[in-house]
């Protein structure tokens, strides 16, 4: 098998599709932390174009970020099938537990309820058109799965084990949302605690800030 070698400072990088304000800002995290190098590719979510001016529905068939091109030049989307294939590449790191550990099955029984419970049960917030009564709707069953985060984060300071992992990059970006439901993490104290912890983590300032450093795209 042909395999193509690259002096370092050639070799192809990986490419992160993002949007920002999205959950793409997991994977950017995640990115961060492992100090992996990458492309940051915006994208406008309504045009489906790119900072790079390609035609995001040809990288991303699904239309929606994120979307992370590898150096092979096939491309991983979902966001928790994104975190893990990044933090096993620096498993050192210690961002997931190793494979075939109860420990690793624990942390993707946090990533499915994030994504299923908290994720896709905030997305109808988003929709200003739904009448009051059935957002409250929403907002009630939201608030029981804030209310189950608070009790296991009452007694620790990450979601798995010691230390910070993918379900927390992906847990903080998500309630990162809550602000422009008008829904105040105040409620929750120890899960308010908890933002602010992982938000004044080095690699979620860098990478919050270099997704400001790309300019909107038409």
Not at 32 to 47: A, F, S
Not at 71 to 88: F, H, M, R, S
Not at 93 to 109: F, I, S
Request: hydrophobic share 45%; net charge negative.
């Amino acid at each position: 098998m042909w395999v193509a070698i690259y002096p370092l400072s050639e070799a192809p990088t990986m490419k992160l599709y993002f949007a920002p304000d999205t959950c793409s800002l997991s994977p950017h995290i995640v990115l961060q932390e492992l100090g992996l190098p990458y492309e940051l590719v915006r994208v406008n979510n309504r045009t489906k174009r790119t900072s790079t001016g390609e035609d995001f529905l040809a990288i991303n068939p699904k239309g929606y970020v994120a979307a992370l091109k590898l150096n092979t030049g096939e491309v991983l989307t979902e966001g928790p099938a994104i975190v893990q294939y990044l933090a096993d590449l620096k498993p050192e790191v210690g961002l997931v537990p190793a494979a075939g550990t109860l420990a690793r099955v624990r942390l993707q029984e946090w990533l499915n309820f994030i994504t299923s419970e908290v994720h896709a049960g905030s997305s109808p917030l988003f929709n200003r058109a739904l009448p009051e009564e059935v957002l409250a709707i929403f907002r009630d069953r939201l608030f029981r799965r804030l209310d189950f985060i608070e009790v296991n984060l009452a007694s620790r300071d990450y979601l798995v084990g010691d230390g910070f992992t993918v379900a927390d990059a992906y847990l903080f970006t998500v309630l990162g949302w809550m602000k422009g439901f008008s829904i105040d993490l105040d409620r929750w104290p120890a899960t308010a605690r908890y933002m602010q912890r992982i938000g004044a983590r080095a690699s979620v300032q860098s990478a919050l800030a270099r997704e400001t450093e790309i300019p909107p795209v038409e």
